[in-house]
């Protein structure tokens, strides 16, 4: 059961990240013409997490159990920001622009703290 909800944690991670990268083209429209440089967006993203998330203990399922630690992943993401976007502006080869690293943060940050919510309020009704 352990190895299973870790998962569903990972895989959930991994699409409120997608739902991110997507909402970004989208608000910019530019979803219909995206393409590939999706990838450049949604992979640093994945990267970033990665790098920074299992730090703050996002991964614990007793910590992710917990109310008052919902924080982490909230945190997690904001931390991660900065390597996300230095990540993109390698790929890309491109400026980073200040504003880029605070939106990224403060939306995937919102994302990824809902997503645990939900998480949250579905795993507390199944013990």
Not at 107 to 120: G, P
Request: proline residues 5%; charged residues 10%.
């Amino acid at each position: 059961m352990k190895n299973k909800r870790q998962l569903i944690l990972i895989c959930g991670d991994v699409v409120v990240f997608a739902l991110v990268t997507l909402f970004g083209f989208s608000t910019h429209n530019t979803l219909g013409t995206a393409g590939g440089r999706m990838l450049a967006t949604f992979i640093p993203l994945l990267a970033g997490w990665a790098l920074i998330a299992p730090f703050l203990g996002v991964y614990n399922l007793e910590r992710v159990a917990d109310a008052p630690q919902l924080w982490r992943p909230f945190w997690a993401m904001v931390l991660a920001a900065p390597m996300v976007a230095w990540l993109r502006g390698v790929w890309l080869g491109q400026v980073i622009l200040p504003v880029f690293v605070v939106v990224l943060g403060g939306v995937s940050a919102l994302a990824i703290l809902a997503w645990r919510v939900i998480f949250w309020l579905v795993a507390s009704r199944m013990k």
